[in-house]
């Protein structure tokens, strides 16, 4: 059987999920099953020519169009997140399967919405959070369910870019909270509290705080005001006992697309760098310890291009960059579809994401520890 | 018009070209030129079905199909080292454009003969010497062109990798002679003698040595004798007055995709790793260099994925990996294809690659010094 | 005139500050001022040998005979921190100048009694916050002066190691609160919190969190309660509207000595780390940033042993290890002895990190923000 | 017993040697032996006020007098290389313990007769080769002789700085043949072939090359024309069978004191930095390597102070610099002359490397490989 994909918005990430698509057939072999690109809904006339090019049998500006096909089994959903509530419902009523990016939604109400629909549909839904899916994070995950790292002491984390650190940088979506439904959080800091709930387990409760640096910006009709965060840190406490800090900015002056995490436990250390994505240091205190002689130290695992079969392409030794991660995370998605398994990361896993992103701006807000 | 593309193999890097074919429409735009994968020759059965999925219309045990046809403009060559010099030959008087993987032959003498026809050919011909076109090594040729360097004292430079270290990896193509004409000179050598003659201008005369670590392995018929080089050394001096080390290894025990390069001259120094795909390390003799209050030191400038326009996706902050390099390879070359304009990496430079690999196991044989 | 020196306490801090005072006539020409050994108050016989081999000329174990001599001018307290606040308050009244290991005290109260008395007292009075005096950190105070960073959006910025992992390690005077007057907060992270304030000015408010991980501990009497914290991190809001966190843990598996900030601004960012302490690692915005072409990025300005004149000896290229830090802080702290210059950091700045370290505990007590 | 030390030349190097005497007793407990700073040796009025700053007893511009005082049993020889024949056999003769500072001398022949006299001295001669002496390279030599590099394949080490790219930088001893004997080989290079020599076994061969690329220097005559070498590159075929490459330069742009070395095994592979020497870097090929789920990677052995026992200062866990390596090596030293074991590096090393050096410079002259 053929799945027919259906794209719903083609910016920047519904280009780089298409890519992932015409990207699988040759990376993994078999590949997990047989996919046409069927159409793309967009409202900018600009990107239909590119959707063709890239494949597309048709495009349309009505979205519901894709939804009522029925050689379109898979919906990947690419809008800014104030439209991702209704098409998302939509989409699961019409029996699609769906992979979204990130944020689930604006809010937890939403969140709660889509999950609400999603937990009566019958088909596989699943987050792009592609972080999980580099070979580095995904050994990670692996060592820390093996016991590796032992007792978590406490860990840091972050997601930091210096994107808006011109005031002359326009207002855009990301900064439109109606639109965005929040700032750094929801754009970078998603990726980064999924990867630590992902690692390390269920938060207890934390403390946060958030700042605005630009506190407006030009628009095409003056100035208006920033509402959204441009940085966010908060203190966590996990359900395990352990504790440490998430800090997302898109004010880090320096930073390219910086996601890093360092966690610290009874067995063992374990550090992660997206721009030294290729290894995973991991420190074992079962390595000797002799005052002269040992041979304890953070070791550079090479996890470089090695996932587990039936990747090919290309050869384990050579370097990963940022798509290796989407290609990966949409290939396990289509490996739940294909074969009926469940997907990780759920939608359940966005509606805990979802969550704990609210009660950071509640404890901003109130200036105080907030349950999770 | 569209542009038909003929693949000759499809192991490994025939599947690496189709990956960049299929990349280019989303990575680019626009694209230099629409492409339409027509078919693949390829000697195994086993990679037809493969061939099929990765969107070719035909496969063919006869290569020479390929170039009979008139909807295939552009002929890719990803064959073993001894099917070179026929194959392209050939193809040069059939009127195509190509893109050959390195190295152009087994001997200078195919090469030369390669070249001699492609001399007589009016299309476009280029190497896949991808490690020139990621963003930090265009980078690094750009600023030593505008003199960031200077005078060029000394350098040093491998291309490294560990995948022979085992001895009871058996016989395969590259290390048998008459298939692959040498060994890791050829295979990883030739990479990185192209970058520096490329950074730093033709060889004067050289001084090399080779080592074959492991002197026989297994074959399906016994054990047989290995005659190719697992590491070779060369000191080089350049026309420029520059001096340096080029090794290449396949016992480089440690090492993943181990290609660096080191260069110190009157102005500044220029570093890369390949394992650190996103930075060109620049050191500038013109920052200010007090006792106390300097800012002189290596700069860890930010390729990341910076191409000059239009490259479109990724986006510009984000990791490139190993891939990056051969789709913007192939993009080049589409480009010249597209506009007529001079390829470079040509069969040209292929050529004088071939001469500097030549000298080199004259050099080594001689133990002594050889003019290039 | 030569200068006599009573050190009390000789133990570890003992023999640092007696090395570096040894070290000083050869690293720095001229020395600030000539010094002699004099005398060492310990209350441990065994160190008393010790303290004879180092060149000191007599030993006590009553401290008061110290400050009795007249030709002892200054008196380096590297006691624990219970005894710090009689003794130094009787050398300010005694009339010596007073280098003094961190922190300046337990608590809040005992820090302002010493500096009432120090205020009245006419010497020179300093900490010994040697971090400060790395030629990187040294730097880093420089640019940031100068306007390098811009407006300091937020940073990060921790001191961590991982000596107190064992369980087994036993009770000792660190981990007695009555002794130490709190844990890794007064330990480790008096010294980052100096550091940070010193660089980015004064904090305005704070919110922080502490664990103790093992909650008792091995000691010649049996079990022990552990009453202080093993980690803490805190938010903190700069005064000067800049924002970060701080972190210090004994419980960093993993780390050996690692001390590090980040600093990220409107024209720069400012990285170091303990642990590779030859370099100061600055971003500037000022540099070009075209989308090809530019040479934005982390340059690595070598540090190493440049400080400026008239230090010596290694020479100015040579790479430092901790020691070097002491030894020009105690260099710093003997030339202000020497030419009557205000010291920094002074015990005004000792009793300013004491005040932020008591508001830490009381946040942490509270789960809410404080004013500093 | 008292030994009493004589120091042959108050220049840089006899200030680092005075440093490390002076330390000994603080980093070390016991230590090895009692010291006395009794004499130095100098031309150079200006040094005398220093040496006595340092502790010195008397100073004397005639070196024969430390010679013959019955109270001097050490001798330190820290002058240039063309003074070290006759004062090294004549301090043998008078009978003396000598430590002597790299290289022993500026020709084969001059260290012949060094070692020939040696031969007959019945005390402790030791070569200042102090790279052997910290924790890293001392952990190297452990690892290498314990099996777990196992059959050696290849290396590269060098040793680099940039301190002579000026063209203005005038002439100097270090480069006047006469009293040096040779340039960048026997200043930087002694050191690299001593460590490689130390790590790896005897040398078989070598083709080497060199450079000078300013031919004429400033003096206070006017321009003198340099004659000896700003850069070597040398290939070395081992006793063992092993291959590698050493470079040496003092023409390294951006270079600091840029010692490194990477090995490449059967078993294992090993890699150091002094610009990062806190820390060896090992592989081993013993780690699981299953192409999903194994550890292995460069493993970043935390070396930092770990010296044997009985090391007090500082502690294990902290950074050292390039001193610390001069001051372990001198209590080495110190340490064979107390119990009476044999030195390493010796004299007949110093000697070993001398041949090394001397049959570089032939082979460059000739352009052909050389027995060592």
Request: aromatic share 10%; proline share 5%.
């Amino acid at each position: 059987m053929e799945y027919g994909v259906g794209m719903l918005g083609y910016g920047f990430m519904g280009k780089v999920h298409t890519l992932a698509y015409r990207s699988i057939p040759i990376y993994y072999d078999p590949a997990p099953l047989k996919v046409r690109l069927v159409g793309v809904a967009t409202a900018h006339r600009d990107t239909v020519e590119k959707a063709v090019a890239a494949g597309y049998e048709f495009t349309t500006t009505d979205w519901r169009e894709l939804l009522a096909r029925e050689d379109i089994q898979i919906i990947n959903c690419c809008t800014p997140n104030n439209l991702h509530r209704e098409m998302l419902v939509e989409a699961i009523r019409a029996g699609k399967h769906i992979y979204c990016d990130k944020p689930l939604a604006r809010t937890l109400a939403e969140a709660e919405e889509i999950v609400a629909a999603a937990r009566q549909g019958g088909k596989k839904y699943q987050m792009a959070f592609q972080y999980r899916f580099l070979p580095a994070t995904l050994r990670a995950k692996q060592m820390i369910q093996e016991g590796f790292v032992g007792q978590v002491f406490h860990f840091r984390a972050c997601y930091l870019h210096a994107g808006y650190v011109d005031p002359k940088r326009p207002m855009s979506w990301r900064l439109d909270k109606e639109v965005s439904g929040g700032g750094v959080l929801l754009d970078l800091g998603s990726h980064i509290i999924d990867l630590v709930r992902h690692l390390l387990g269920e938060f207890a409760e934390l403390c946060a705080m958030t700042e605005t640096f630009i506190k407006e910006r030009p628009s095409p009709t003056g100035m208006k005001p920033v509402e959204v965060d441009d940085y966010v840190a908060i203190q966590v406490k996990l359900r395990s006992g352990g504790t440490g800090i998430i800090e997302s900015s898109r004010f880090a002056t320096g930073s390219q697309d910086d996601l890093r995490f360092e966690i610290h436990g009874s067995k063992g250390a374990l550090r992660f760098s997206l721009m030294d994505p290729n290894w995973l240091y991991a420190y074992s205190m079962a390595d000797p310890d002799e005052p002269y002689g040992g041979t304890r130290g953070y070791r550079q695992i090479e996890c470089v291009q090695r996932y587990p079969k039936p990747s090919v392409l290309p050869g384990p030794k050579l370097s990963v960059g940022w798509m290796r991660g989407h290609i990966h995370s949409l290939y396990d998605f289509l490996t739940h579809v294909a074969d009926g398994s469940e997907t990780s990361p759920s939608f359940e896993d966005g509606l805990a994401v979802q969550r704990i992103m609210e009660r950071t701006y509640e404890s901003a807000r109130s200036r105080s520890w907030v349950a999770v």
